[in-house]
């Protein structure tokens, strides 16, 4: 039992410093620096050295209590620091999945529709003069289309096309973000295929999941978080910058980096749980006996619609 608990220990100690002490420590330094130098000073180390040296020549810092009990400030201040990110990071995530509500998610939702439109009207377009130069067939007696050839231009112009547009969205857009989006066409395309209702399929079906299924979708979701909380970090350096302009550099590293972390993550999370239905649907209304648990075959509209049906309990 022993070498149990000291293996959890560490492992708790070990979360503990990454998740709130180091983030926040980090954080609570940059601050003293920024604070101390300001925008006048910015890159005085002279100036931040004389700081560190008059606080290290105060009698009260030679006390080994003094000494101690200010660690112990810093750790909870770090401590705080972290909380609040994990707290802000909460917000940003509902941020990035809301519904357009506001008059301002309204006229974002609307702004991106107009430009994926404007996208998709390209790959029509793209798509028309693709297929007025057809390419020969390459088993044909005519060989395979140089690259330049017209017929080759208008093919790679056709994938750039539908890739600028998914890269605003898969689908015309009703979220007034890019997150937001993404899973609503999960939802779409789960309800296109099979009539079911995601929203009230998904806590079913995750008490159904295997254990190898669940880890997958928790690690895209933690990482989800993750870059959340990287985000709410690049807010607290943003604010930072009103006194020390350096740190807005930082806020703006990781606010890209969170945002590259933050699409992989979700994409990842949108793809798993839409496989998710597809492998495990079908055996979800098995269980609720919609459908016999040998019968052959795939997750049909109908079953669908009856666990949609079901699973709002006649709403």
């Not at 112009?157 to 547009?165: F, G, H, P, Q, Y």
């Not at 969205?169 to 079911?196: E, F, I, N």
């Not at 079906?205 to 928790?218: G, K």
């Not at 075959?297 to 949609?308: A, P, V």
Request: charged share 25%; glycine share 6%.
């Amino acid at each position: 039992m022993n070498p149990l608990l000291t293996t959890l220990g560490s492992k708790l100690t070990e979360r503990w410093l990454n998740l709130l002490v180091l983030p926040g420590a980090l954080f609570l330094a940059v601050t003293a620096v920024g604070t101390t130098l300001g925008h006048r000073h910015w890159q005085d180390l002279d100036r931040l050295r004389a700081t560190l040296d008059e606080l290290a020549a105060r009698p009260a810092l030679e006390r080994p209590g003094t000494a101690a009990l200010l660690a112990a400030l810093a750790l909870l201040a770090a401590a705080a620091a972290s909380l609040a990110a994990q707290f802000l990071g909460g917000a940003v995530e509902h941020h990035w999945l809301r519904h357009p509500r506001g008059p301002l998610s309204r006229a974002l939702t609307e702004r991106r529709r107009r430009h994926w439109t404007a996208r998709d009207e390209k790959v029509d377009a793209a798509l028309r003069q693709t297929i007025a130069d057809p390419a020969p067939d390459p088993g044909g007696p005519h060989p395979a289309p140089h690259p330049e050839s017209p017929s080759a231009r208008a093919l790679a112009r056709l994938r750039s096309r539908i890739e600028a547009r998914d890269r605003l969205a898969l689908r015309r857009p009703s979220r007034p973000t890019w997150y937001g989006d993404r899973m609503q066409t999960t939802a779409d395309r789960v309800a296109d295929a099979y009539g079911v209702d995601l929203a009230a399929l998904w806590p079913r079906l995750w008490l159904t999941l295997p254990e190898p299924a669940v880890r997958q979708l928790q690690s895209a979701g933690d990482s989800f978080s993750a870059a959340a909380r990287l985000a709410a970090w690049a807010l607290g350096y943003a604010l930072l910058a009103c006194w020390w302009w350096p740190a807005a550099l930082i806020a703006v590293g990781c606010a890209a980096v969170a945002r590259t972390r933050a699409r992989t993550a979700l994409d990842a999370l949108a793809e798993l749980i839409e496989a998710a239905v597809d492998v495990h649907g079908r055996e979800l209304a098995a269980r609720v006996g919609l459908l016999p648990s040998d019968a052959p075959g795939r997750l049909t509209r109908r079953t669908g619609d009856g666990m949609s049906e079901l699973f709002r309990k006649a709403e």
